[in-house]
Protein backbone atom coordinates (compact mmCIF):
# COMPACT_ATOMS: atom_id res chain seq x y z
CA UNK A 1 0.00 0.00 0.00
CA UNK A 2 3.01 2.37 0.77
CA UNK A 3 4.19 1.56 -2.20
CA UNK A 4 0.73 2.79 -4.15
CA UNK A 5 0.80 6.01 -2.38
CA UNK A 6 4.35 6.92 -3.32
CA UNK A 7 3.83 6.19 -6.57
CA UNK A 8 0.96 7.95 -6.99
CA UNK A 9 3.02 10.90 -5.23
CA UNK A 10 5.57 10.83 -7.54
CA UNK A 11 2.93 11.03 -10.71
CA UNK A 12 1.07 13.83 -9.07
CA UNK A 13 3.97 15.80 -8.70
CA UNK A 14 5.28 15.07 -11.60
CA UNK A 15 2.09 16.00 -13.23
CA UNK A 16 2.94 19.90 -12.17
CA UNK A 17 5.64 21.81 -12.49
CA UNK A 18 8.09 22.41 -10.30
CA UNK A 19 6.98 26.35 -10.96
CA UNK A 20 3.80 25.38 -9.03
CA UNK A 21 5.57 24.29 -6.03
CA UNK A 22 7.94 27.05 -6.00
CA UNK A 23 5.10 29.42 -6.33
CA UNK A 24 2.70 27.80 -3.67
CA UNK A 25 5.78 27.99 -1.08
CA UNK A 26 6.82 31.51 -1.76
CA UNK A 27 3.13 32.75 -1.75
CA UNK A 28 1.85 30.79 1.07
CA UNK A 29 5.43 31.37 3.09
CA UNK A 30 3.73 33.16 5.87
CA UNK A 31 1.45 30.25 6.97
CA UNK A 32 4.58 28.10 7.84
CA UNK A 33 6.82 31.31 9.11
CA UNK A 34 7.85 30.51 12.93
CA UNK A 35 7.17 33.71 15.21
CA UNK A 36 10.01 34.52 17.66
CA UNK A 37 12.84 34.33 14.81
CA UNK A 38 12.88 37.40 12.87
CA UNK A 39 16.09 38.54 14.49
CA UNK A 40 19.97 37.09 13.32
CA UNK A 41 20.56 36.87 17.00
CA UNK A 42 18.59 33.76 17.96
CA UNK A 43 19.25 32.34 21.15
CA UNK A 44 19.90 28.65 21.28
CA UNK A 45 17.20 28.87 23.97
CA UNK A 46 14.56 29.73 21.45
CA UNK A 47 15.69 27.15 19.04
CA UNK A 48 15.59 24.62 21.75
CA UNK A 49 11.90 25.65 22.53
CA UNK A 50 10.63 26.00 19.07
CA UNK A 51 12.26 22.11 18.80
CA UNK A 52 9.87 20.78 21.60
CA UNK A 53 7.18 22.10 19.86
CA UNK A 54 8.03 20.35 16.60
CA UNK A 55 8.93 16.91 18.56
CA UNK A 56 5.58 14.93 17.03
CA UNK A 57 5.23 11.73 15.18
CA UNK A 58 5.94 14.18 11.88
CA UNK A 59 9.63 14.41 12.99
CA UNK A 60 11.47 13.12 15.46
CA UNK A 61 13.95 15.27 17.87
CA UNK A 62 16.49 14.20 19.63
CA UNK A 63 19.95 14.96 21.59
CA UNK A 64 23.07 13.14 19.99
CA UNK A 65 25.74 15.20 22.12
CA UNK A 66 26.74 17.79 23.68
CA UNK A 67 29.01 21.06 22.94
CA UNK A 68 32.17 21.87 24.80
CA UNK A 69 29.83 23.98 27.29
CA UNK A 70 26.98 20.86 27.63
CA UNK A 71 24.66 22.75 25.14
CA UNK A 72 22.71 20.05 23.59
CA UNK A 73 23.14 19.68 19.95
CA UNK A 74 19.65 18.16 18.82
CA UNK A 75 18.92 16.12 15.21
CA UNK A 76 15.65 16.13 13.53
CA UNK A 77 14.78 13.37 11.61
CA UNK A 78 11.78 12.98 9.61
CA UNK A 79 10.92 10.51 6.24
CA UNK A 80 11.20 6.72 5.49
CA UNK A 81 12.37 6.82 1.74
CA UNK A 82 15.64 5.41 0.82
CA UNK A 83 17.41 8.49 -0.53
CA UNK A 84 19.42 9.82 2.76
CA UNK A 85 19.79 13.45 3.01
CA UNK A 86 22.03 15.25 5.82
CA UNK A 87 21.27 19.06 6.48
CA UNK A 88 23.13 21.19 9.06
CA UNK A 89 23.15 24.93 10.05
CA UNK A 90 25.22 27.17 12.35
CA UNK A 91 28.37 25.67 12.41
CA UNK A 92 29.57 29.01 12.83
CA UNK A 93 27.77 30.41 15.69
CA UNK A 94 27.24 33.36 14.11
CA UNK A 95 25.65 32.49 10.95
CA UNK A 96 21.70 32.06 11.76
CA UNK A 97 19.62 32.80 8.50
CA UNK A 98 19.42 28.75 7.73
CA UNK A 99 18.86 27.88 11.21
CA UNK A 100 15.28 30.33 11.29
CA UNK A 101 14.62 29.23 7.63
CA UNK A 102 14.96 25.23 9.24
CA UNK A 103 11.91 25.87 11.60
CA UNK A 104 9.96 27.52 8.74
CA UNK A 105 10.74 23.98 7.09
CA UNK A 106 9.83 21.83 10.49
CA UNK A 107 6.51 24.36 10.80
CA UNK A 108 5.84 23.29 6.70
CA UNK A 109 6.25 19.65 7.28
CA UNK A 110 3.72 19.42 10.10
CA UNK A 111 0.84 21.15 8.01
CA UNK A 112 -2.39 20.10 6.54
CA UNK A 113 -3.03 21.94 3.29
CA UNK A 114 -3.39 21.88 0.03
CA UNK A 115 0.65 21.12 -0.39
CA UNK A 116 0.14 17.39 1.59
CA UNK A 117 0.82 15.38 -2.03
CA UNK A 118 4.15 17.15 -1.99
CA UNK A 119 4.79 16.23 1.51
CA UNK A 120 4.17 13.20 1.17
CA UNK A 121 6.17 12.86 -2.25
CA UNK A 122 9.39 14.54 0.29
CA UNK A 123 8.32 11.81 3.63
CA UNK A 124 7.89 8.38 0.78
CA UNK A 125 10.96 9.09 -0.62
CA UNK A 126 13.30 10.54 1.20
CA UNK A 127 15.02 9.90 4.95
CA UNK A 128 15.69 13.60 6.02
CA UNK A 129 18.24 14.65 8.92
CA UNK A 130 18.49 18.15 9.92
CA UNK A 131 21.00 19.27 12.40
CA UNK A 132 19.37 23.11 12.89
CA UNK A 133 22.23 24.51 15.54
CA UNK A 134 26.04 22.68 15.26
CA UNK A 135 27.57 25.12 17.26
CA UNK A 136 25.33 26.62 19.98
CA UNK A 137 27.97 27.56 22.21
CA UNK A 138 29.32 30.16 19.36
CA UNK A 139 25.28 31.03 18.63
CA UNK A 140 25.39 31.82 22.39
CA UNK A 141 28.53 34.69 22.26
CA UNK A 142 26.95 35.63 18.42
CA UNK A 143 30.71 34.56 17.05
CA UNK A 144 31.84 32.14 14.28
CA UNK A 145 34.25 30.03 16.15
CA UNK A 146 33.01 27.17 19.13
CA UNK A 147 34.39 27.76 22.49
CA UNK A 148 37.49 26.11 22.26
CA UNK A 149 38.53 28.83 19.22
CA UNK A 150 38.38 26.47 16.83
CA UNK A 151 36.50 26.69 13.27
CA UNK A 152 34.48 23.91 13.02
CA UNK A 153 34.31 23.97 9.53
CA UNK A 154 38.22 23.29 9.43
CA UNK A 155 38.32 20.71 12.14
CA UNK A 156 37.34 18.06 9.48
CA UNK A 157 40.60 15.95 10.19
CA UNK A 158 41.73 16.47 13.65
CA UNK A 159 38.05 16.42 14.88
CA UNK A 160 39.13 17.94 18.44
CA UNK A 161 36.04 19.29 19.15
CA UNK A 162 32.51 17.50 20.08
CA UNK A 163 30.51 19.14 17.77
CA UNK A 164 32.79 18.57 14.70
CA UNK A 165 32.61 14.47 15.64
CA UNK A 166 28.87 14.63 15.80
CA UNK A 167 29.17 16.00 12.34
CA UNK A 168 31.46 13.02 11.11
CA UNK A 169 29.88 10.63 13.16
CA UNK A 170 26.08 11.42 11.31
CA UNK A 171 27.70 11.33 7.83
CA UNK A 172 29.18 8.25 8.34
CA UNK A 173 26.31 6.48 10.15
CA UNK A 174 23.64 7.49 7.50
CA UNK A 175 25.84 7.63 4.88
CA UNK A 176 23.90 10.47 3.70
CA UNK A 177 23.81 10.92 -0.53
CA UNK A 178 22.85 14.72 0.13
CA UNK A 179 24.84 16.98 2.14
CA UNK A 180 23.50 21.02 2.91
CA UNK A 181 26.21 22.92 4.15
CA UNK A 182 23.98 26.05 5.35
CA UNK A 183 26.07 29.39 6.23
CA UNK A 184 26.23 32.81 5.96
CA UNK A 185 28.42 35.04 3.90
CA UNK A 186 29.43 38.63 4.19
CA UNK A 187 26.42 41.01 2.62
CA UNK A 188 29.10 43.14 0.95
CA UNK A 189 29.77 39.96 -2.32
CA UNK A 190 27.84 40.27 -5.19
CA UNK A 191 27.26 38.79 -8.31
CA UNK A 192 30.50 39.42 -10.15
CA UNK A 193 30.08 42.43 -12.62
CA UNK A 194 26.37 43.48 -11.18
CA UNK A 195 25.50 45.75 -8.82
CA UNK A 196 23.60 43.00 -7.16
CA UNK A 197 23.86 41.95 -3.87
CA UNK A 198 24.78 38.04 -3.93
CA UNK A 199 21.76 37.11 -1.81
CA UNK A 200 22.39 33.35 -2.20
CA UNK A 201 26.21 31.79 -3.48
CA UNK A 202 26.03 27.81 -4.15
CA UNK A 203 28.89 25.52 -4.40
CA UNK A 204 29.21 22.11 -5.28
CA UNK A 205 32.70 21.99 -3.18
CA UNK A 206 35.69 20.43 -4.91
CA UNK A 207 37.16 16.86 -3.18
CA UNK A 208 40.79 17.37 -4.70
CA UNK A 209 43.22 20.34 -5.61
CA UNK A 210 42.19 19.43 -9.54
CA UNK A 211 38.76 20.08 -8.58
CA UNK A 212 37.80 16.69 -10.48
CA UNK A 213 34.28 16.17 -11.49
CA UNK A 214 33.03 12.63 -10.25
CA UNK A 215 29.63 11.47 -10.13
CA UNK A 216 29.07 12.55 -6.60
CA UNK A 217 29.97 15.99 -7.43
CA UNK A 218 28.25 16.36 -10.94
CA UNK A 219 25.17 15.72 -8.92
CA UNK A 220 25.75 18.36 -6.34
CA UNK A 221 26.32 20.78 -9.76
CA UNK A 222 22.85 19.32 -11.18
CA UNK A 223 21.72 20.00 -7.93
CA UNK A 224 23.04 23.79 -7.16
CA UNK A 225 21.32 24.25 -10.97
CA UNK A 226 17.96 23.30 -9.64
CA UNK A 227 18.59 25.74 -6.56
CA UNK A 228 19.95 28.48 -8.77
CA UNK A 229 16.64 28.75 -10.80
CA UNK A 230 14.46 28.94 -7.64
CA UNK A 231 16.11 32.03 -6.72
CA UNK A 232 16.15 33.67 -10.21
CA UNK A 233 12.63 33.40 -10.15
CA UNK A 234 12.31 35.08 -6.88
CA UNK A 235 15.14 36.72 -6.36
CA UNK A 236 16.65 37.66 -10.43
CA UNK A 237 20.64 37.98 -10.49
CA UNK A 238 21.06 37.80 -7.29
CA UNK A 239 23.13 34.35 -7.12
CA UNK A 240 27.00 34.12 -6.71
CA UNK A 241 28.84 30.70 -7.01
CA UNK A 242 31.19 30.48 -4.34
CA UNK A 243 35.07 29.64 -4.77
CA UNK A 244 35.77 26.26 -5.44
CA UNK A 245 39.56 25.90 -4.30
CA UNK A 246 40.08 23.08 -2.45
CA UNK A 247 40.59 23.77 1.57
CA UNK A 248 41.85 19.89 2.80
CA UNK A 249 40.49 20.81 6.45
CA UNK A 250 37.19 21.57 5.59
CA UNK A 251 34.08 19.83 5.65
CA UNK A 252 32.49 20.35 2.76
CA UNK A 253 35.26 19.51 0.87
CA UNK A 254 35.85 16.34 2.80
CA UNK A 255 32.26 15.24 2.96
CA UNK A 256 32.56 15.31 -0.58
CA UNK A 257 35.75 13.62 -0.44
CA UNK A 258 33.92 10.51 1.42
CA UNK A 259 30.98 9.78 -1.08
CA UNK A 260 27.93 12.19 -0.02
CA UNK A 261 27.15 14.98 -2.70
CA UNK A 262 27.47 18.12 -1.19
CA UNK A 263 26.23 21.37 -1.65
CA UNK A 264 27.09 24.76 0.00
CA UNK A 265 24.36 27.43 0.77
CA UNK A 266 25.77 30.59 1.51
CA UNK A 267 23.23 33.46 2.85
CA UNK A 268 24.48 37.22 1.68
CA UNK A 269 22.87 40.45 1.71
CA UNK A 270 19.64 41.68 0.40
CA UNK A 271 18.69 45.61 -0.03
CA UNK A 272 16.36 46.73 2.90
CA UNK A 273 16.76 43.18 4.72
CA UNK A 274 19.22 43.55 7.58
CA UNK A 275 17.99 40.78 9.58
CA UNK A 276 17.76 38.35 5.94
CA UNK A 277 14.11 37.85 6.44
CA UNK A 278 13.47 37.77 3.07
CA UNK A 279 16.61 35.85 2.19
CA UNK A 280 15.32 33.36 5.29
CA UNK A 281 12.35 33.34 3.05
CA UNK A 282 14.47 32.11 -0.15
CA UNK A 283 16.22 29.67 1.62
CA UNK A 284 12.90 27.70 2.67
CA UNK A 285 11.43 27.86 -0.61
CA UNK A 286 15.13 26.96 -1.75
CA UNK A 287 15.47 23.82 0.60
CA UNK A 288 12.31 22.49 0.06
CA UNK A 289 11.68 23.05 -3.92
CA UNK A 290 15.89 21.21 -4.26
CA UNK A 291 14.57 18.22 -1.64
CA UNK A 292 11.46 17.74 -4.34
CA UNK A 293 13.95 17.53 -7.07
CA UNK A 294 16.28 14.66 -5.51
CA UNK A 295 12.27 13.26 -4.06
CA UNK A 296 11.48 13.25 -7.67
CA UNK A 297 15.00 13.12 -9.89
CA UNK A 298 14.04 15.74 -11.79
CA UNK A 299 17.42 17.34 -10.77
CA UNK A 300 18.93 14.52 -13.06
CA UNK A 301 18.10 16.63 -15.78
CA UNK A 302 20.43 19.64 -15.57
CA UNK A 303 23.77 19.75 -18.15
CA UNK A 304 26.64 19.99 -15.50
CA UNK A 305 28.23 22.14 -18.17
CA UNK A 306 25.51 25.51 -17.15
CA UNK A 307 27.33 25.51 -13.71
CA UNK A 308 29.78 27.26 -14.61
CA UNK A 309 27.22 30.36 -16.16
CA UNK A 310 26.23 30.81 -12.56
CA UNK A 311 28.28 34.15 -12.28
CA UNK A 312 30.81 34.36 -9.72
CA UNK A 313 30.71 35.72 -6.29
CA UNK A 314 32.62 39.16 -6.08
CA UNK A 315 32.88 41.56 -3.20
CA UNK A 316 32.59 44.68 -4.43
CA UNK A 317 29.24 46.23 -2.36
CA UNK A 318 29.59 48.93 0.05
CA UNK A 319 26.65 50.18 2.64
CA UNK A 320 26.57 53.38 0.86
CA UNK A 321 29.15 54.56 -2.15
CA UNK A 322 29.27 58.26 -2.76
CA UNK A 323 30.44 59.33 -6.16
CA UNK A 324 31.95 62.90 -7.66
CA UNK A 325 32.75 64.46 -4.39
CA UNK A 326 34.84 67.09 -4.41
CA UNK A 327 37.17 67.07 -1.83
CA UNK A 328 39.25 69.98 -0.83
CA UNK A 329 43.01 69.25 0.49
CA UNK A 330 45.90 71.33 1.12
CA UNK A 331 44.76 74.63 -1.27
CA UNK A 332 43.60 71.86 -4.52
CA UNK A 333 40.32 70.41 -4.85
CA UNK A 334 39.96 66.26 -5.80
CA UNK A 335 37.51 64.33 -7.28
CA UNK A 336 37.05 61.39 -5.10
CA UNK A 337 34.57 58.41 -4.39
CA UNK A 338 34.07 57.02 -1.11
CA UNK A 339 32.87 53.75 -0.12
CA UNK A 340 31.44 53.36 3.52
CA UNK A 341 30.45 50.40 5.52
CA UNK A 342 28.36 50.58 8.46
CA UNK A 343 30.25 47.47 10.85
CA UNK A 344 28.02 45.95 13.58
CA UNK A 345 29.57 45.98 16.82
CA UNK A 346 28.54 43.97 19.30
CA UNK A 347 27.42 45.17 22.51
CA UNK A 348 28.64 44.08 25.90
CA UNK A 349 26.63 42.08 28.36
CA UNK A 350 23.96 42.11 25.95
CA UNK A 351 22.57 40.69 22.96
CA UNK A 352 22.78 43.38 20.76
CA UNK A 353 25.03 45.75 18.65
CA UNK A 354 25.95 48.81 17.22
CA UNK A 355 26.90 50.52 13.67
CA UNK A 356 30.09 52.23 13.39
CA UNK A 357 30.97 53.81 10.19
CA UNK A 358 34.14 53.27 8.31
CA UNK A 359 35.76 54.15 5.36
CA UNK A 360 36.07 50.60 2.91
CA UNK A 361 37.86 52.29 -0.09
CA UNK A 362 38.58 55.97 -1.04
CA UNK A 363 38.96 57.52 -5.02
CA UNK A 364 37.85 55.97 -8.21
CA UNK A 365 34.87 53.71 -7.39
CA UNK A 366 33.48 53.35 -10.71
CA UNK A 367 33.71 49.56 -10.69
CA UNK A 368 32.00 49.23 -7.17
CA UNK A 369 28.36 49.30 -5.79
CA UNK A 370 26.23 50.41 -2.95
CA UNK A 371 23.38 49.49 -1.22
CA UNK A 372 22.92 52.85 -0.60
CA UNK A 373 24.36 55.60 -3.31
CA UNK A 374 24.58 58.92 -3.26
CA UNK A 375 25.89 61.16 -6.12
CA UNK A 376 27.63 64.13 -4.67
CA UNK A 377 28.22 66.00 -7.60
CA UNK A 378 28.79 70.11 -7.05
CA UNK A 379 29.05 69.00 -3.43
CA UNK A 380 32.50 69.91 -1.63
CA UNK A 381 33.18 68.24 1.89
CA UNK A 382 33.36 70.35 4.92
CA UNK A 383 35.20 68.40 7.83
CA UNK A 384 32.88 68.21 10.98
CA UNK A 385 33.27 70.49 14.26
CA UNK A 386 32.98 69.57 17.61
CA UNK A 387 30.45 71.26 20.05
CA UNK A 388 31.41 72.00 23.56
CA UNK A 389 28.59 74.15 24.95
CA UNK A 390 25.04 73.87 26.22
CA UNK A 391 22.06 72.06 24.65
CA UNK A 392 19.53 74.12 26.73
CA UNK A 393 19.32 76.88 24.23
CA UNK A 394 19.92 74.83 20.54
CA UNK A 395 18.94 71.55 19.63
CA UNK A 396 20.91 68.61 17.79
CA UNK A 397 19.51 69.27 14.74
CA UNK A 398 20.15 73.23 14.59
CA UNK A 399 23.94 72.13 15.43
CA UNK A 400 23.79 69.68 12.84
CA UNK A 401 22.96 72.44 10.04
CA UNK A 402 26.03 74.51 11.39
CA UNK A 403 28.60 71.50 10.41
CA UNK A 404 29.10 69.87 14.17
CA UNK A 405 29.42 66.40 14.26
CA UNK A 406 30.69 65.89 17.67
CA UNK A 407 29.49 66.98 21.11
CA UNK A 408 32.32 66.78 24.19
CA UNK A 409 30.83 65.51 27.55
CA UNK A 410 32.91 65.30 30.51
CA UNK A 411 34.26 62.26 31.88
CA UNK A 412 32.38 59.77 34.60
CA UNK A 413 33.91 57.07 36.31
CA UNK A 414 31.85 54.19 34.83
CA UNK A 415 31.22 53.69 30.76
CA UNK A 416 28.82 56.47 29.57
CA UNK A 417 25.39 55.58 27.76
CA UNK A 418 23.69 57.72 25.23
CA UNK A 419 20.71 56.99 23.81
CA UNK A 420 18.81 58.57 21.27
CA UNK A 421 21.86 61.20 20.25
CA UNK A 422 22.34 62.66 16.76
CA UNK A 423 25.65 64.58 17.19
CA UNK A 424 28.74 61.76 18.06
CA UNK A 425 29.81 61.61 21.76
CA UNK A 426 33.39 62.83 22.43
CA UNK A 427 35.09 63.02 26.58
CA UNK A 428 35.99 66.52 27.32
CA UNK A 429 40.01 66.39 26.37
CA UNK A 430 40.00 63.49 24.33
CA UNK A 431 41.47 63.38 20.73
CA UNK A 432 38.81 62.64 17.73
CA UNK A 433 40.29 59.24 16.56
CA UNK A 434 41.37 59.19 12.88
CA UNK A 435 38.79 56.88 11.68
CA UNK A 436 36.26 58.71 13.64
CA UNK A 437 36.85 61.82 11.42
CA UNK A 438 36.99 59.48 8.53
CA UNK A 439 33.10 59.02 8.22
CA UNK A 440 32.06 62.02 10.24
CA UNK A 441 31.70 65.17 7.96
CA UNK A 442 29.29 67.47 6.18
CA UNK A 443 28.46 67.95 2.09
CA UNK A 444 28.17 71.95 1.26
CA UNK A 445 26.96 73.50 -1.65
CA UNK A 446 25.81 76.57 -2.94
CA UNK A 447 27.59 77.59 0.40
CA UNK A 448 25.34 75.75 2.76
CA UNK A 449 25.50 72.39 4.46
CA UNK A 450 22.70 70.36 2.36
CA UNK A 451 24.01 66.66 4.29
CA UNK A 452 25.43 65.30 6.90
CA UNK A 453 27.60 62.53 7.60
CA UNK A 454 27.65 60.73 10.92
CA UNK A 455 28.71 57.43 12.01
CA UNK A 456 28.82 56.66 8.40
CA UNK A 457 25.08 57.33 7.80
CA UNK A 458 23.85 60.24 5.42
CA UNK A 459 21.37 62.48 6.81
CA UNK A 460 19.52 65.18 4.48
CA UNK A 461 20.15 68.19 7.59
CA UNK A 462 16.86 69.85 6.28
CA UNK A 463 14.69 67.04 6.23
CA UNK A 464 15.24 65.82 10.06
CA UNK A 465 14.75 62.28 9.17
CA UNK A 466 17.41 59.89 10.46
CA UNK A 467 18.16 56.95 8.39
CA UNK A 468 17.05 53.52 9.53
CA UNK A 469 19.47 51.81 11.50
CA UNK A 470 20.90 55.21 12.77
CA UNK A 471 23.12 55.65 15.95
CA UNK A 472 25.46 58.41 16.51
CA UNK A 473 29.80 56.70 18.57
CA UNK A 474 30.55 57.59 21.85
CA UNK A 475 34.30 57.77 22.27
Same mark, same amino acid.
Given at each position: *??????????????? *? $??????????????? !??????????????????????????????????????????????????????????????????????????????????????????? *?????????????????????????????????????????????? +????????????????? $???????????????????????????????????????????????????? @?????????????????????????????????????????????????????? @???????????????????????? +??????????????????????????????????????? !??????? /??????? /?????????? !??????????? $??????????????????????? @?????????????????? *?????????????????????????????????????????????
Amino acid at each position: *MNKLVTLLGLLFCLS *M $SAQEFEDLLFTNYEK !YKVEGFSQRRTAPESVYAQLEKQNTNTLKVKEVTKSIEGKPIYLVSTGEGETTVLLWSQMHGNESTATRALMDVFEFLQQDDELNTFRETL *MSSLNLHFVPMLNPDGGQKWQRRNTLGVDINRDALRLQSPESQILK +KLRDSLEAEFGYNLHDQ $SRYYNAEFTAKPASVSFLATAYNEEKSINENRAKSMQLVLSMNKVIQKFAPG @HVGRYSDDFEPRAFGDNIQLWGTSLVLIESGGYFNDREKEFIRKLNFVTILSSL @HEIATNKYQENDINDYEKIPRNDR +KMFDLKIVNLNYPLLDKEYLVDMGINQNEVERSNERGFS !YVGAIAD /FGDLSTY /FGYNNFNAEG !YTYVAAKTYSG $SLKDTSEWDLLKQGYGFKTYQGV @HTKHSFKNILLNRIQEGK *MISKASKEVNFFLKKDGEIKFALINGFLIDVDKRVLPEGFNAKTE
